[in-house]
């Protein structure tokens, strides 16, 4: 008996609640894909509930009618608690709190829920938890009421989960040493990347909206063995493999987390060194989920969040992915992208059209050259061949004669 009531008292049973402003007609698909978070962070949406205002309520997020139903709806099924598709003022959440006497949670309590269940390495769980701080440091009024009513569920988990009870000063303490150590970690990359200049090697990050096929798709190519699921944010940290091209030339790619509409500001902010991977990298392949209804949408939201993170100036390759899905003469467009190719991750068919596009890009990054060197300078020719596209050489009286495309750094090298 008393197993069955815990297991009862475990189960998160929520009503998803959004307000439309004016004339938005995405606000359905928004709050699916909430229901995909709330899902994903383990909890149950029981209904979704939609209030039609001019603008979101300053005080209490809903109006006073809408709050009247949900509270009724909420007895009617049970509800343990409601998320608001929206992220809420401090004030918001407590006023709520109290007019509907359950717990209140927002998109960005659930986002940040399932990145603290996902963090895996020092570096992701740092970053998880200082965004949770902050978060929590601004809102520790409210807050505390509804956690100690309820104890645990979305919200509480994650590295942070002990330190809930603790005083603002503690916190901002606690904030302090995590950037430090945050520090640490910021130039241990830092190092890596000087390393990857170094050895001339291209980068190439993989980016998308969350559940796109990025995992999928380095997964295919390298056996990097990243855990690829049907699930938002599956990636957090990110890998880098390299790979090799048909032609011997090599490229790293790297594959990272995820965005979302209403990626949560601190959580940005506390990921920048993770979502930085881009903005060090060469070449972006931008990979979206063409089968996705919302794809056009979701797009936009890659190119403004790429935008917010100063990401400019790349080389963007689209790969409009899951093409089994789809017919193969459908027409896909991106006007932001410099080349785009229709592949399916999962099957792999047209992998290789992306990886003749990746040749090409690579090939016009290089010089071309052609010289006979002697027999003595042997030892360039296994430059090119690491860093370059050898393309021919022969073996001639005055030496070896070379064709090849050489990184522009290394060509005053190799004259
Ligand atoms: N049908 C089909 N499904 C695919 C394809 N590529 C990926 N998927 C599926 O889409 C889901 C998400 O794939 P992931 O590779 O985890 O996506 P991701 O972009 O890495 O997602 P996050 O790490 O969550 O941001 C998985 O269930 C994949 O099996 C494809 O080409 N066709
Ligand atoms: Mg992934």
Same mark, same amino acid.
Request: charged content about 30%; proline content about 2%; hydrophobic content about 35%.
């Given at each position: 008996?008393?197993?069955?009531?815990?297991?009862?008292?475990?189960?998160?049973?929520?009503?998803?609640?959004?307000?439309?402003?004016?004339?938005?007609?995405?606000?359905?698909?928004?709050?699916?894909?909430?229901?995909?978070?709330?899902?994903?962070?383990?909890?149950?949406?029981?209904?979704? %509930?939609?209030?039609?205002?001019?603008?979101?309520?300053?005080?209490?997020?809903?109006?006073?009618?809408? $709050?009247?139903?949900?509270?009724?709806?909420?007895?009617?099924?049970?509800?343990?608690?409601?998320?608001?598709?929206?992220?809420?003022?401090?004030?918001?959440?407590?006023?709520?709190?109290?007019?509907?006497?359950?717990?209140? %949670?927002?998109?960005?309590?659930? /986002?940040?829920?399932?990145?603290?269940?996902?963090?895996? *390495?020092?570096?992701?769980?740092?970053?998880?938890?200082?965004?949770?701080?902050?978060?929590?440091?601004?809102?520790?009024?409210?807050?505390?009421?509804?956690?100690?009513?309820?104890?645990?569920?979305?919200?509480?988990?994650?590295?942070?989960?002990?330190?809930?009870?603790?005083?603002?000063?503690?916190?901002?303490?606690?904030?302090?040493?995590?950037?430090?150590?945050?520090?640490?970690?910021?130039?241990?990359?830092?190092?890596?990347?000087?390393?990857?200049?170094?050895? !001339? *090697?291209?980068?190439?990050? +993989?980016?998308?909206?969350?559940?796109?096929?990025?995992?999928?798709?380095?997964?295919?190519? *390298?056996?990097?063995? /990243?855990?690829?699921?049907?699930?938002?944010?599956?990636?957090?940290?990110? @890998? *880098?493999?390299?790979?090799?091209?048909?032609?011997?030339?090599? +490229?790293?790619?790297?594959? @990272?987390?995820?965005?979302?509409?209403?990626?949560? !500001?601190?959580?940005? =902010?506390?990921?920048?060194?993770?979502?930085?991977?881009?903005?060090?990298?060469?070449?972006?392949?931008?990979?979206?989920?063409?089968?996705?209804?919302? %794809?056009?949408?979701?797009?936009?939201?890659?190119?403004?969040?790429?935008?917010?993170?100063?990401?400019?100036?790349?080389?963007?390759?689209?790969?409009?992915?899951?093409?089994?899905?789809?017919?193969?003469?459908? $027409?896909?467009?991106?006007?932001?992208?410099?080349?785009?190719?229709?592949?399916?991750?999962?099957?792999? =068919?047209?992998?290789?059209?992306?990886?003749?596009?990746?040749?090409?890009?690579?090939?016009?990054?290089? +010089?071309?050259?052609?010289?006979?060197?002697?027999? #003595?300078?042997?030892?360039?020719?296994?430059?090119?061949?690491?860093?370059?596209?050898?393309?021919?050489?022969?073996? @001639? #009286?005055?030496?070896?004669?070379?064709?090849?495309?050489?990184?522009?750094?290394?060509?005053?090298?190799?004259?």
């Amino acid at each position: 008996m008393a197993e069955l009531y815990e297991l009862k008292e475990a189960e998160e049973r929520v009503i998803l609640i959004a307000v439309r402003t004016c004339e938005e007609d995405d606000t359905e698909a928004c709050l699916e894909e909430l229901e995909e978070l709330v899902k994903t962070a383990g909890a149950v949406t029981v209904d979704k %509930m939609i209030q039609n205002r001019e603008r979101i309520h300053p005080g209490t997020y809903l109006g006073k009618g809408k $709050i009247e139903e949900v509270r009724e709806r909420l007895w009617e099924l049970g509800g343990t608690g409601v998320v608001c598709d929206d992220e809420l003022s401090p004030a918001q959440l407590k006023n709520l709190e109290d007019a509907l006497d359950t717990k209140v %949670m927002d998109r960005t309590m659930v /986002i940040l829920d399932i990145f603290a269940a996902r963090a895996n *390495t020092r570096e992701g769980k740092i970053q998880v938890e200082l965004a949770q701080l902050k978060y929590r440091a601004a809102r520790l009024v409210g807050l505390r009421n509804s956690l100690s009513r309820l104890g645990g569920g979305i919200g509480t988990r994650g590295p942070g989960e002990k330190k809930l009870e603790i005083d603002r000063r503690l916190i901002h303490d606690r904030i302090s040493q995590l950037k430090e150590e945050l520090k640490d970690v910021e130039r241990h990359r830092e190092v890596q990347r000087q390393q990857r200049e170094k050895a !001339h *090697t291209q980068v190439a990050a +993989i980016v998308g909206y969350t559940n796109a096929g990025k995992s999928t798709l380095l997964n295919y190519l *390298t056996d990097a063995g /990243i855990l690829a699921e049907d699930k938002l944010f599956a990636t957090l940290d990110p @890998t *880098t493999r390299n790979l090799e091209l048909p032609s011997g030339q090599q +490229i790293l790619l790297t594959d @990272t987390v995820g965005f979302i509409r209403k990626l949560p !500001h601190h959580l940005i =902010e506390a990921f920048k060194s993770t979502l930085e991977e881009a903005r060090y990298s060469d070449i972006i392949l931008h990979v979206v989920d063409a089968s996705n209804p919302q %794809m056009d949408m979701q797009m936009h939201i890659v190119y403004e969040t790429l935008k917010q993170l100063q990401v400019t100036d790349k080389i963007i390759v689209t790969v409009f992915n899951k093409m089994d899905q789809l017919d193969s003469d459908v $027409i896909l467009k991106d006007l932001s992208a410099d080349y785009q190719v229709k592949i399916s991750a999962r099957t792999g =068919e047209n992998v290789d059209s992306l990886l003749d596009t990746l040749e090409e890009i690579l090939r016009n990054q290089k +010089i071309y050259l052609e010289k006979t060197y002697s027999y #003595q300078e042997a030892g360039k020719i296994q430059q090119i061949r690491k860093y370059g596209e050898l393309l021919s050489e022969e073996y @001639t #009286q005055d030496g070896i004669a070379v064709t090849a495309y050489v990184p522009a750094e290394l060509y005053g090298q190799l004259v």
